[in-house]
């Protein structure tokens, strides 16, 4: 491995232009494009998927060395069903294997990993090892990594909207007590701070039924990379831009030493 190519190099021009003290808390990814990416080389779309693993890894630990608290991303939705069998249990077969060899090194790193999605159609060989390696890192604080999987943002909502009207019809709750604080407690990722950030690979412009609450004010970047070319410095662009955004959340953007006057708005 080069020099050029050490994560976190503070010889990379990309570090300098970023404010330590404004790197978002959580990033949230929408990994797309290997499908293309291996089509392009003339390669079964398995081989972007198996090349995305390993630009995954890297994305992993540059976010952590730049103080990422939590990280996640879309492996697998709702929708992706749809593709041919063959794809899907390849993609089922891919978790389960990097998983294996993975979850070791994460544990080392003191990294806590999370499914958020609904598990129950996966075969049990795959929910074994999703569910021991929960436990084994549920007590590592130093980063969150969360991996979307069978996972859909209205699917999501429409269970807390159930789980809440039975909660309501037991009498367990008030239909008058359910605001947006206890919808959150509801959902797949309660505890968990929205994502400041979402970025999405290979040009496309939407939300694929990602995260559909959560990513209600976050900031998004579209990079036109598709995901297995992705790399640490499209990772840092893409935090480099997030940084000049002005999150104004409704209101107006705050000018320093400028008092909101009455008289700007009469007239
Ligand atoms: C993203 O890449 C990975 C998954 C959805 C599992 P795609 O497989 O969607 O690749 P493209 O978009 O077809 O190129
Ligand atoms: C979104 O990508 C899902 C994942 C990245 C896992 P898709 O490739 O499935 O989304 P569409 O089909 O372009 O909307
Ligand atoms: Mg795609």
């Not at 590592?140 to 159930?162: H, S, T």
Request: hydrophobic residues 35%; positive net charge.
């Amino acid at each position: 491995m080069s020099l050029g190519k050490m994560i976190g190099d503070k010889n990379n021009d990309l570090y300098m232009k970023i404010d330590k003290q404004k790197v978002p808390e959580h990033v949230a990814i929408i990994m797309d494009g290997n499908g293309r990416w291996a089509t392009k080389k003339g390669l079964p779309r398995s081989f972007g998927h198996k090349q995305g693993v390993n630009v995954l890894k890297e994305i992993i630990k540059v976010s952590k060395n730049l103080g990422c608290k939590v990280l996640t991303v879309y492996a697998f939705s709702t929708e992706n069903w749809t593709r041919p069998t063959k794809e899907v249990n390849f993609l089922i077969n891919l978790f389960s294997e990097v998983l294996k060899n993975e979850i070791k090194k994460i544990n080392e790193e003191s990294t806590k990993i999370k499914f958020i999605g609904n598990l129950t159609p996966f075969p049990e060989n795959l929910k074994k090892i999703i569910s021991s390696s929960e436990s084994l890192t549920k007590n590592n604080n130093e980063f969150l990594f969360n991996v979307c999987v069978n996972y859909g943002g209205r699917q999501e909502i429409v269970k807390v909207a159930k789980e809440l009207a039975l909660k309501s019809s037991s009498g367990k709750i008030k239909p008058s007590a359910i605001d947006e604080e206890l919808f959150n407690s509801e959902l797949l990722t309660r505890g968990i701070k929205d994502p400041e950030l979402l970025i999405r690979t290979s040009g496309e412009k939407r939300l694929s039924n990602f995260l559909l609450w959560q990513l209600a004010y976050s900031e998004i970047y579209i990079s036109d990379v598709l995901w297995p070319e992705f790399n640490e410095n499209e990772f840092l662009k893409a935090i480099i831009d997030y940084q000049s955004r002005n999150r104004r959340f409704g209101g107006i953007e705050s000018l320093p030493n400028e008092s909101f006057k009455d008289s700007q708005c009469s007239s």
